[in-house]
C-alpha cells in the first residue's frame, strides 16, 4: 500500500505523510481542539452557575412570598381567635345566666305539674285505653275485611268451577237429546239471553213442530228455590209447553223424579228417558189441535185458552210479581222499623251522655253555668204535671 502524500499549495512540492511529519501538526491541532474545548467548558459552567443562581433567587423569592402570606394567614387566625374567644366569653356568661333562669322556669313548671299529674295521668290512661280499643276496632274491621275478601274468593273461584261443569253437563245433555231424537231441532239458548240452556222443538212424523221443550240443567251440591220461578219465567218467554230440570241436587233427598210448580224435576240419568215419555204428548197434542182447528167456536177457543197452560202461564207470572212485591214490601218495612228503633235507641245514649257531662260541669263549676231547658228537675217536674193534667 502506497503512503499518503501532500502537495503544497504554494510551491507544488509533494511530501510523504510520515509519523514523524504528521506528529507536530496533530499535536498542534490537539492542543488547539482542547482549548477550544476548554473554553466552551468554561462558558456552559459560567452559563450553568447564571442558570442555578437565577433559580435559587427565583425559588427565594416565592418561598419569601409564601412566608409571608403565611404570617399574614396567621395573624388572620390569631386575631379570629381571639373574636371566638371573647364570643366564647360572652357564651357562656349568657349560659350560666340562661340556666339560672331555666332552674327558677323549672322550679316553677314543676310545681304546676306536682298539682296536675294525676289528672294528665288519668287522661292517658283514657287516651291509652281508646287507643287500644280503636286499634283492636281495626283489627277486627281488617280481620272482617280479609275474611269477607277470603270468602268471596272462594265463592268466585267455586262459581268458576261450577260454570264450567254446568257447561259441560249442558253441552252432554244437548249431545244425549241429539242423539236420542235425531228428528227434533235441539237449540241451545245463548249466553247473555234470557231462557234456559237449550230449546228441544219436537218435530211430528210429518215434519211439522209439534211443541217445545225448554231444558234447564244444574250442576251443583245444594238445591236453591230460585230455580223454579226462573225457569217458569223462561218458559213463558220460550212459549214452551214443558219445562224440565235435570240437576244433581234435588228439593228431597232420595228421590230421582218429581212434578213441581208446573215443572218436571229429575236427575241427569233421567233426562232422556224422561223426554221419551213426554214427548209423544206433544206430538199427539198437536194432531189433536189440527183435527179440531176447523170445528171449535170463538166460545170453545176461549174456553180451550182459559183451560189451556199458556192462559195458567201469564196468571202465575202475574201472582208471583205481586208476591215478589209483597215480600219486598214486607222486609222494606222490617228493616225500617229496625232502624228506627236503633236511632231511637242511639238518641236516648246521646241524651244520656249529654246530661252527665252537663252535671259533671255544674258539680265542678257551682251555679256558674247556667241550666239547659229540658235537662232542669223543676221543668221536667212541671212538664210531668201537666201532662198528667
Do not use: H
Amino acid at each position: 500500500m502506497p503512503e499518503p502524500f501532500i502537495k503544497c499549495p504554494k510551491c507544488g512540492a509533494e511530501f510523504t505523510l510520515t509519523d514523524s511529519a504528521v506528529a507536530p501538526v496533530r499535536e498542534s491541532e490537539r492542543r488547539r481542539y482542547e482549548a477550544l474545548l476548554e473554553e466552551q467548558r468554561r462558558r456552559v459552567a459560567a452559563e450553568t452557575e447564571e442558570k442555578a443562581r437565577k433559580a435559587r433567587e427565583e425559588a427565594l423569592s416565592a418561598k419569601d412570598a409564601e412566608l409571608a402570606a403565611a404570617k399574614e394567614q396567621l395573624e388572620t387566625k390569631e386575631r379570629k381567635l381571639a373574636e371566638a374567644q371573647r364570643d366564647q366569653a360572652e357564651a357562656l356568661k349568657l349560659k350560666t345566666s340562661l340556666e339560672e333562669r331555666q332552674r327558677e322556669l323549672d322550679l316553677r313548671i314543676q310545681k304546676g305539674i306536682q298539682e296536675g299529674i294525676e289528672a294528665a295521668r288519668e287522661n292517658a290512661r283514657k287516651d291509652a285505653e281508646e287507643a287500644f280499643s280503636m286499634s283492636i276496632r281495626e283489627r277486627d274491621l281488617l280481620i272482617g275485611s280479609l275474611r269477607t275478601q277470603i270468602d268471596e274468593m272462594k265463592k268466585r273461584a267455586e262459581q268458576g268451577s261450577q260454570q264450567a261443569q254446568g257447561e259441560v253437563q249442558e253441552l252432554a245433555l244437548e249431545e244425549a237429546l241429539t242423539a236420542e231424537f235425531p228428528f227434533d231441532l235441539v237449540e241451545p239458548v245463548e249466553k247473555g239471553v234470557r231462557g234456559a240452556d237449550c230449546i228441544q222443538r219436537v218435530r211430528s212424523e210429518t215434519g211439522q213442530i209439534a211443541g217445545s221443550i225448554l231444558w234447564e240443567s244444574k250442576r251443583t251440591k245444594n238445591w236453591s228455590g230460585d230455580w223454579l220461578p226462573k225457569l217458569r219465567a223462561d218458559q213463558r218467554a220460550c212459549s214452551a209447553e214443558i219445562a224440565i230440570l235435570a240437576t244433581q241436587a234435588m228439593p228431597r233427598a232420595g228421590e230421582e223424579l218429581m212434578f213441581q210448580d208446573g215443572i218436571w224435576i229429575c236427575t241427569f240419568a233421567l233426562a232422556v228417558p224422561l223426554a221419551r215419555a213426554l214427548r209423544p204428548l206433544l206430538v199427539e197434542i198437536a194432531r189433536s189441535r189440527q183435527v179440531t182447528s176447523g170445528q171449535r167456536t170463538k166460545t170453545e177457543m176461549i174456553y180451550a185458552y182459559l183451560t189451556g197452560s199458556q192462559f195458567r202461564a201469564r196468571v202465575e207470572a202475574i201472582v208471583e210479581a205481586f208476591r215478589s212485591m209483597q215480600n219486598e214490601l214486607q222486609a222494606e218495612k222490617r228493616i225500617m222499623t229496625k232502624l228506627w228503633a236503633k236511632r231511637e235507641k242511639e238518641l236516648e245514649k246521646v241524651l244520656e251522655a249529654t246530661s252527665g257531662m252537663y252535671g259533671d260541669l255544674q258539680g265542678i263549676a257551682g251555679s256558674s253555668i247556667p241550666e239547659l231547658e229540658g235537662f232542669d228537675l223543676a221543668q221536667l217536674t212541671d212538664g210531668g204535671t201537666d201532662a198528667d193534667e
